[in-house]
């Protein structure tokens, strides 16, 4: 009875227990969202870009004015299928990790161009305003850096050494077994053809081995046979 009382109030405990994380799963903030807003941004400016040259005056995209309009289009679309890529995988992967660098980079020279603009006074097309306004404009793309960058780390830093370290093995055991498998399949064809002739032996030469052959087969018992002189 103990134990059965127990086990009820350890139920009455867990219950609202998961009650109560219910709620908090769906308050938690997914690191993924963060990639694909960059993603959407990235692919807006891409279009943008190929519809005109003004959107360069626009101080997130005019640290990259010395880039060719279609050149720089092409490189943020590049970097959001990159991004989707990485940001989809099941598992955590150093692919993964790499897939979203060039996205990351783009939005930290962006940040980085949204605090010079702060510093200075003035946007990047030259239009001079207050600090505070600059900056209540431009907290956008500093804060999508930092977003992003936390996103990033949330996704890769997490993965367990261990399981890194059983992935890694177990991509090692599977090119272990290609290879044990490669290899027992030339061990039957070397088999297969070490009972053939070799190509450069001639005919005389394969009766001389016949011949050897018979030489050298063992007799059988009773086969020996006196002959009287």
């Given at each position: 009875?103990?134990?059965?009382?127990?086990?009820?109030?350890?139920?009455?405990?867990?219950?609202?227990?998961?009650?109560?994380?219910?709620?908090r799963e769906w308050l938690r903030v997914r690191p993924?969202?963060?990639?694909?807003?960059?993603?959407?941004?990235?692919?807006?400016?891409?279009?943008?870009?190929?519809?005109?040259?003004?959107?360069?005056?626009?101080?997130?995209?005019?640290?990259?004015?010395?880039?060719?309009?279609?050149?720089?289009?092409a490189v943020l679309f590049a970097a959001s299928g990159?991004?989707?890529?990485?940001?989809?995988?099941?598992?955590?992967?150093?692919?993964?990790?790499?897939?979203?660098?060039?996205?990351?980079?783009?939005?930290?020279?962006?940040?980085?161009?949204?605090?010079?603009?702060?510093?200075?006074?003035?946007?990047?097309?030259?239009?001079?305003?207050?600090?505070?306004?600059?900056?209540?404009?431009?907290?956008?793309?500093?804060?999508?850096?930092?977003?992003?960058?936390?996103?990033?780390?949330?996704?890769?830093?997490?993965?367990?050494?261990?399981?890194?370290?059983?992935?890694?093995?177990?991509?090692?055991?599977?090119?272990?077994?290609?290879?044990?498998?490669?290899?027992?399949?030339?061990?039957?064809?070397?088999?297969?053809?070490?009972?053939?002739?070799?190509?450069?032996?001639?005919?005389?030469?394969?009766?001389?081995?016949?011949?050897?052959?018979?030489?050298?087969?063992?007799?059988?018992?009773?086969?020996?046979?006196?002959r009287s002189p």
């Open positions: 009875m103990i134990q059965a009382w127990r086990r009820k109030d350890s139920a009455g405990e867990t219950a609202p227990a998961r009650a109560g994380a219910a709620p993924v969202w963060i990639i694909w807003y960059a993603v959407l941004l990235h692919i807006t400016w891409g279009c943008l870009l190929l519809a005109s040259r003004d959107p360069y005056g626009a101080t997130a995209l005019h640290v990259y004015h010395w880039v060719p309009r279609v050149a720089l289009a990159l991004a989707i890529w990485g940001g989809t995988r099941r598992r955590p992967s150093w692919q993964g990790l790499a897939a979203l660098l060039p996205q990351q980079a783009i939005l930290t020279f962006s940040a980085y161009a949204a605090v010079v603009a702060v510093a200075v006074a003035h946007y990047g097309d030259g239009v001079p305003r207050p600090r505070l306004f600059i900056l209540a404009d431009q907290v956008p793309a500093v804060l999508a850096m930092v977003l992003h960058t936390a996103a990033v780390i949330e996704m890769h830093a997490r993965w367990p050494v261990g399981t890194a370290l059983r992935a890694s093995l177990g991509e090692l055991d599977a090119g272990s077994e290609r290879l044990r498998g490669d290899l027992r399949e030339k061990a039957d064809l070397l088999r297969r053809l070490g009972g053939r002739p070799r190509l450069g032996c001639t005919a005389g030469d394969a009766s001389d081995h016949t011949r050897a052959a018979k030489v050298a087969r063992p007799l059988r018992p009773g086969a020996m046979r006196w």
